[in-house]
Each structure stands twice: as structure tokens, then as C-alpha cells.
């Protein structure tokens, strides 16, 4: 069963940065799109940003000109760029693969904490 590891959380004050990673066991020539998610404390998981094996991007509005999403398919790695953070980014996140309505099709990794501290 092909696995995905998420890496790179920490703590943070509000306006830094961060970079998320998220390498799977198996070639990402069995992934098409990629997204990550974020899940905060008491509030349902969500979708921020996904890119296309080609490399087409989607962000969601919470995220947008803040957050870049990229992938090495040579390296079965996808990562999220965070910057300018803000508290409310504080949640664990997740990489997945998504379906075409942005839905997981994996199962999830042990996800990565990101606390960003006002």
C-alpha cells in the first residue's frame, strides 16, 4: 500500500514562513492530482490548494497569494509553501491524492502540525 508522509510543521509567529513536505513510497506516476489539506482544532478538514501532475495549480480563497503549492514527481514529492501566516492557518496538515471534485482518494498519513503563534 503506497504511503504518504507528511513533514515540516512547527511553530511559527504570525508572518513567517513554512515549507510542508510530503514524499510517498511508491512513483508518483500512479498519482495524477495532489492536494493538501488542513484540519484545525474542533472544524472539518479542508482542501487548500491541489496541483495537476503537469503542474496546474488551485488554491482556496483562505490560502490565495500566500500558499504555493509544488511538486517533483522525480522525487514523489509534493510541498506547500507557506507564507505571511496567519494564526488561523494554525491545523495539521495532509497530502493526498484527490479525485476531480477534490475529494482524497488515499488513505491519510499522520499528517504535520503547524501552529502559528499572534
Known amino acids: 500500500q503506497v504511503q504518504l508522509v507528511e513533514s515540516g510543521g512547527g511553530l511559527v509567529r504570525a508572518g513567517g514562513s513554512l515549507t510542508l513536505s510530503c514524499a510517498a513510497s511508491?512513483?508518483?506516476?500512479?498519482?495524477?492530482?495532489m492536494g493538501w489539506f488542513r484540519q484545525a482544532p474542533g472544524k472539518q478538514r479542508e482542501l487548500v490548494a491541489t496541483?495537476?501532475?503537469?503542474?496546474?495549480?488551485v488554491y482556496a480563497d483562505s490560502v490565495q497569494g500566500r500558499f504555493t503549492i509544488s511538486r517533483d514527481n522525480a522525487q514523489n514529492t509534493v510541498y506547500l509553501q507557506l507564507n505571511v501566516l496567519k494564526p488561523e492557518d494554525t491545523a495539521v496538515y495532509y497530502c493526498?491524492?484527490?479525485?476531480?471534485?477534490?475529494?482524497?482518494?488515499?488513505?491519510w498519513g499522520q499528517g504535520t502540525q503547524v501552529t502559528v503563534s499572534s
Open positions: 511508491a512513483s508518483f506516476l500512479r498519482f495524477g492530482t
Open positions: 496541483i495537476t501532475r503537469g503542474g496546474s495549480t
Open positions: 493526498n491524492s484527490v479525485d476531480g471534485s477534490g475529494n482524497p482518494t488515499r488513505g
